[in-house]
Nanobody, 125 residues
Framework: QVQLVESGGGLVQPGGSLRLSCITSGFALDYYAIGWFRQAPGKEREGVSC????????YYAESVKGRFTISRDNAKRTVYLQMHGLEQEDTAVYYC??????????????????WGQGTQITVST
């Protein structure tokens, strides 16, 4: 059974940092990509970052470039999203997702196959 479990969310002040973790299980490390997505109330889901499995290429939304970093630890079957310089606009539920075939667009969640339950990040004073 494929599972992705996010953790690390919480309340943080503007300018602060958080690191999200996505622990995966139930599938071999032959997925095509793992991505991080977010959805704020009243807004559409947005692709934040993703990493291709076979070459570890990383992709970021323009809104988070230079602030967020995606990484992985294959031994722990965990994908991370390190976030610095958090802004109120980053407030959302963050999800990780796995794609087992090449998505039409790497930051388009429609082509991802499995999703975690999400973790809330609130950036506020």
């Amino acid at each position: 059974q494929v599972q992705l479990v996010e953790s690390g969310g919480g309340l943080v002040q503007p300018g602060g940092s958080l690191r999200l973790s996505c622990i995966t299980s139930g599938f071999a490390l032959d997925y095509y990509a793992i991505g991080w997505f977010r959805q704020a109330p009243g807004k559409e889901r947005e692709g934040v970052s993703c990493m291709r499995s076979y070459d570890a290429s990383k992709y970021y939304a323009e809104s988070v470039k230079g602030r967020f970093t995606i990484s992985r630890d294959n031994a722990k079957r965990t994908v991370y999203l390190q976030m610095h310089g958090l802004e109120q606009e980053d407030t959302a539920v963050y999800y990780c997702a796995a794609a087992f075939s090449r998505p039409s667009q790497l930051l388009d969640g429609d082509d991802y196959d499995y999703w975690g339950q999400g973790t809330q990040i609130t950036v506020s004073t």
